[in-house]
């Protein structure tokens, strides 16, 4: 491990960070202003970051160096002045990237963000799904912040693609039920994948179409797994569940980007949710490059 590199993801060593070969990108987005409830996701990308490098290079369930393709970290996303301009900063960044043939990872910060990236992908990869783990639906046609609020970027997302699976919902308003009833469908809340992981992963994996873009809220967690989140909702999803998923669907399609929204720090000693956001990092590129193995 190497801790000597702040604001660099794992401290990993300028040979296997440099910009210019990385295969990754972390793309860290402290941006929180449309949030409704606790402050502070804007702190979130550099909580991350910073314990990224008490984590092993090594994979320990794949067995795969998750350091050896290069993983870059980019310089932040500056907040912008109102939610349209953030939106297009996002979107921009994410399409230079993408255009460099990089796999973009963003941090956030709130979950508003996902929305440019998602916009920069369909640009880029024509028609694709989203997989969103979330507690909230986020579909409301507007909130705080307007239409680009962070409880309506999937809402934003659907005027972008119908393709959206949603895993961990457990709090939608009746705004949301009503006016999007025809996709409620594609809700998944946490005792179905209690219930039957299998076939609750099965089921995802069939409704997303061959290319995916994964945005994961740390909400989904259940509090006493992740309680630094913004929104925390009881009855959420575990760890193990959530790795299932991740890996089952990289292995299936062809995942193109991915972002973890929504870490909160709390401060002090308790770092377990930035932690945890950092190793969900990890595990994305370890399941991606095991994937590339067997393709």
Not at 36 to 44: I, Q
Not at 183 to 193: A, C, E
Not at 211 to 220: E, F, H, S
Not at 226 to 249: F, K, M, S
């Amino acid at each position: 491990m190497q801790s000597n590199r702040p604001n660099v993801f794992l401290g990993l060593p300028e040979q296997f960070s440099d910009r210019r070969r990385a295969k990754y990108v972390i793309v860290p987005v402290p941006y929180d202003a449309t949030v409704c409830f606790l402050t502070g996701t804007a702190r979130g990308p550099e909580a991350i970051l910073n314990v990224s490098p008490q984590m092993e290079w090594l994979d320990e369930e794949t067995r795969r160096e998750i350091h050896l393709s290069g993983i870059a970290t980019d310089d932040p996303i500056e907040p912008a002045r109102s939610p349209e301009e953030q939106m297009q900063r996002v979107r921009e960044r994410i399409d230079s990237w993408i255009a460099q043939g990089r796999f973009p990872i963003m941090l956030g910060g709130e979950h508003s963000i996902t929305f440019g990236a998602v916009d920069a992908m369909i640009d880029h990869h024509g028609p694709i799904s989203v997989l969103q783990f979330d507690a909230h639906a986020d579909l409301r046609n507007e909130y705080t912040g307007g239409r680009f609020s962070h409880a309506s970027v999937m809402r934003r997302i659907l005027e972008r693609t119908d393709s959206i699976v949603q895993v961990g919902i457990r709090s939608f308003s009746p705004e949301e039920a009503r006016e999007c009833a025809p996709r409620i469908d594609r809700l998944i809340p946490p005792q179905v994948v209690r219930h039957d992981l299998k076939a609750a992963i099965g089921d995802i994996v069939q409704r997303l179409d061959q290319k995916v873009y994964i945005t994961i809220d740390m909400d989904a967690f259940d509090p006493a797994v992740a309680p630094g989140v913004g929104t925390p909702e009881p009855g959420g999803l575990d760890y193990r569940e959530v790795l299932a998923i991740l890996r089952a669907v990289i292995q299936a399609k062809t995942v193109i980007g991915a972002d973890v929204v929504e870490t909160l720090p709390l401060g002090g000693n308790h770092i377990r949710t930035e932690f945890l956001a950092a190793r969900l990092v990890g595990k994305l590129i370890a399941y991606l490059e095991e994937s590339n193995e067997t393709t």
